[in-house]
């Protein structure tokens, strides 16, 4: 599908499907771990990605004007390969998750700001540039879990 070509729609669809992935990845981490700070952060990360679909979903049925892309215009394959990323499997361990959700998060942030300089300068720009930058966040928030996850403190600290 490298040579494929793919619409504004297209690439709005499967960023849609992947912020979907990720509330699921997030509902099922706050379901594995017991701790309720924890359980906070995965619930926000939740709601932040819900909240990205929904922006892409106002985007893709015309919901944004100024410096919105028509919908069936064909953009650069390589913005899409940013959403192509492993699956998460069911028996992998608590750490793998987390470097496979941070790594996800980091192609999100790419995928954001690709698309985003395809846009002319203005509303929608600005706000593709805001979700990349929440999606590092998002990013430093999955890694800082990882490490207690992955090195835990001990009583002698």
Do not use: C, W
Request: negative net charge; charged residues 25%; proline residues 3%.
């Amino acid at each position: 599908m490298a040579g494929a070509q793919l619409t504004v729609a297209d690439v709005l669809n499967k960023g849609i499907q992947r912020e979907i992935e990720s509330q699921r990845l997030y509902s099922d981490l706050r379901s594995r771990v017991r701790d309720d700070q924890t359980k906070y952060a995965f619930s926000m990360l939740f709601q932040q990605e819900q909240r990205h679909q929904q922006i892409l979903q106002q985007y893709l049925s015309g919901g944004f004007k100024e410096g919105a892309l028509q919908i069936g215009q064909v953009i650069d394959y390589r913005i899409a390969e940013y959403l192509d990323q492993p699956q998460i499997k069911p028996d992998m361990k608590l750490p793998d998750i987390f470097l496979l959700a941070a790594k996800r998060e980091k192609t999100a942030n790419e995928f954001y700001l690709s698309l985003a300089a395809v846009h002319p300068a203005g509303e929608i720009r600005q706000l593709l540039e805001k979700l990349a930058s929440e999606e590092l966040g998002h990013k430093k928030t999955v890694e800082s879990l990882y490490s207690e996850v992955a090195f835990p403190q001990t009583d002698g600290g």
